[in-house]
């Protein structure tokens, strides 16, 4: 027998379970469902709008403009890195200068360290360059040839080992310089990839990705042509449309390294 929910504890209009005007001693009236979800909702409601509130602070919190993106930090970074870069190679030429002016050394001396600076990668190198193209597939790509799997994501985008193949393999063909994108690897370089950006030294790039090498084009070329990885790399250029150029750019000057020197390693805590 079903209960008014809006029946007061007289039941003047609602039926009496008991036969009796009220409910039964002990026993509270069952609110109907409906009721007890309205007043969920409506909580519910309050506490959005009061914690809205409270990190809005007066702003509108909706606004893109609002936001700081991580990317935006990211490249925000890059850029001063770039700067602070360019300071300490001005820095660091300035000091060379008056170092060699004032430093008494031999030429026999100055020659030697000329050659050393030349192999650590800190002076411009002059020579004959090919340039290596790396990018990722079209977001949409398929298999272009049977037998093959339709392709994941990371079938379609340029990975770290990718970059550190054809860094390895032009310094097996004899590289006496290498740039990538627009900076000069020196013995303590690292190609790092993060998601599908490239980080180098500091700073931050996205495919296309570039890499540049002076030394005898020829050998160069051979290297990539005979790299394992690099063959394992032209099946998802050939099946998949990663991207894949090489070309030959005559003679062309890399700039020195321009970052810091110094090396930094791990000791045991005393």
Known sequence: ???????????????DPDGAGGF???????????????????????????????????TD???????????????????????????NASSRDQNEKLAKRDDG?????DDQ???????????????????????????????KLPG?????????????????????????GGAQG??????RLISTSAVRCVGNTLILQGRVYSPPYK?????????MQKALADSEAIQNYMVYVNVYGLGWKVTEDGTVTLPGYSGTVDLHYAKPVE
């Open 1 to 15: 027998m079903s209960n008014s929910a809006d029946s007061n504890a007289t039941g003047s209009t609602g039926s």
């Open 24 to 58: 039964p001693a002990g026993r509270r009236p069952r609110l109907r469902p409906v009721r007890i979800l309205t007043v969920g909702v409506f909580a519910l409601a309050g506490l959005l709008f009061f914690t809205s509130f409270n990190t809005a602070k007066g």
């Open 61 to 87: 919190i909706r606004s893109d403009d609002n936001l700081l993106k991580l990317s935006d930090l990211i490249q925000e970074h890059s850029r001063k890195n770039k700067e602070l870069d360019e300071s």
């Open 105 to 109: 050394s031999t030429k026999a001396q």
């Open 113 to 143: 360290l000329a050659g050393l600076e030349k192999d650590a990668g800190t002076q411009k190198l002059t020579g004959k360059a090919i340039t290596v193209t790396l990018n990722d597939a079209p977001p949409n790509a398929t298999a």
């Open 148 to 172: 093959y799997p339709e392709p994941q994501p990371d079938y379609l985008v340029i990975h770290q080992q990718d970059l550190q193949a054809v860094v390895n393999a032009l310094w097996q």
């Open 178 to 183: 290498i740039k990538v994108m627009d900076q």
């Open 211 to 219: 890499i540049q090498a002076i030394g005898d084009p020829g050998k």
